[in-house]
């Protein structure tokens, strides 16, 4: 096939062009537009055409390798299409366009996004992750009490010669108070004074999650293993888990009701609601992991795997929250007023903070002291008396003691939305009245194999 002529070898010139202006200068015809100096791409003049008379040095350029064999005249056609050097890549759309928040290691704040109307938050999406993250803050906790059965009557269900083993089966639940609730509290009052991590959330929550996840990882690998020649090394290692594992979620739980703190205060209770649905959710996983499969050993395994998925979804969508607008409006209100604040090196009056709200401080600690007194220690031990009731014996601590309790302790936290009484300088009484609930809770079935006073409450609803 022949090769295709260019269009400028047989070169006619035509006034009407400004490519020929040159041409016709030097042919002594003259240019009618003298004014026009531009040339268009692809009708450069042909170097044949240039004016025998022209003065001044010349240059000789290199022609560069082309692509190719055709043999032309244009210059511009002996131009290479590709650049023999490296390439150079143009900042992408992501460098350019990412969120100035802190989960992406950034602390530009641009005033454009701060001005004007805050956004929504469309389809409550951050309130949604923030209601899981309260789900993953009480995982642990919520996992490990509701799984007593697994351990007390399995994993320590051994006879061993100096009677160890009985003693952690008959007060495992408090062994478990103790290891959780401690290390808990310290790692919480510590974390608001030190501040793990140098003040960066996103290193103290993510830091804290994936222990979390370890700590489950290495419960499963222990359900797996039997542990029947060892039960004491087991009842340890399952100690120092909860005690590490706690003390991460005390981390992970003050850093996030900061992390919420940017927000407005609904999002504050999101974390609430989903901290009591987290005992609700956990129950529920807890009987249907029963009825899925009888064997203790893989209701167990199936159970903690399932923490693991929850824990994981917390960290995927902690990532999720600076590419929504509603988040990052807040987040960079917050770092102006941080920016803005940074010439007070101040420390923030916590003495004079603890004298303002001592009366809801004791308010809070009371509600939990009578509550931890009784669950799960006391109330997982109540027995049914009637052989023939409803509820068979291996739902009826899960259904009774922790789904009873967790539901319930969801609905009452929900209820104040509603019912605003009483008011904050009363509300001490109902809760130093709750105390009648140990000695109620005790005058039921309650320990039948080792009580020392009659059952006063017979009636197993």
Known sequence: MALRTPYYSDYNPNEDRPSDRQYLMSSGVGVRDSHDTSFYRG???????????????????PVKKRIGTLDVINPMEQETLLDPGPVRLAPCWESRHAPTDELNF?????KADIDGMPPKDRLNLVFL???????????????????????????????????????????????????SQVPNVICNAFNIFVQFGGGNLTFRIIGSVLVEIIIFIITVILAMLDSSTWPGAFFYMTMASVVVINMANGIYQNSLYGLAAKLPM?????????????????????????????????????????????????VDTYFALPLIRFYRYHDRLEQKAITDSRTSSSKPPYCKILCKIWPQCFNVF??????????????????????????????????????????????????PNWIKWPGPKFLCVPVILRVLFIPFFMLCNYIPSRRQIPVFITNDW
């Open 43 to 61: 009708d450069t003049m042909p170097l044949r055409h240039i004016a025998g008379n022209t003065t001044g040095d010349v240059t000789v350029v």
């Open 366 to 415: 009371f509600v939990f002291f009578v509550t931890l007194t009784i669950f799960p220690a006391i109330h997982a031990e109540i027995k049914p008396i009637d052989p023939n009731f409803i509820i068979p014996d291996v739902y009826f601590t899960p259904i009774t003691c922790f789904l009873c309790f967790n539901f319930f302790a969801m609905v009452g936290s929900m209820v």
């Open 129 to 179: 992750i923030l209601m899981l993250h309260g789900i993953g803050t009480l995982m642990p906790w919520n996992m490990f009490i509701t799984a007593s059965s697994y351990f007390i009557d399995f994993k320590l269900n051994i006879n061993d010669t100096d009677g160890s083993t009985e003693e952690y089966r008959q007060h495992f639940l408090s062994y478990l108070g103790v290891a």
């Open 106 to 110: 950034k602390t530009s704040t641009p």
């Open 266 to 314: 609904k999002y504050s209770m999101a974390i609430i609601l989903g901290a009591n649905t987290s005992g609700t959710f956990t129950s529920l996983i807890s009987i249907l992991s029963i009825a899925a499969s009888p064997n203790q050993r893989t209701a167990a395994i199936y159970y903690f795997i399932t923490a693991l998925f929850v824990l994981l979804a917390c």
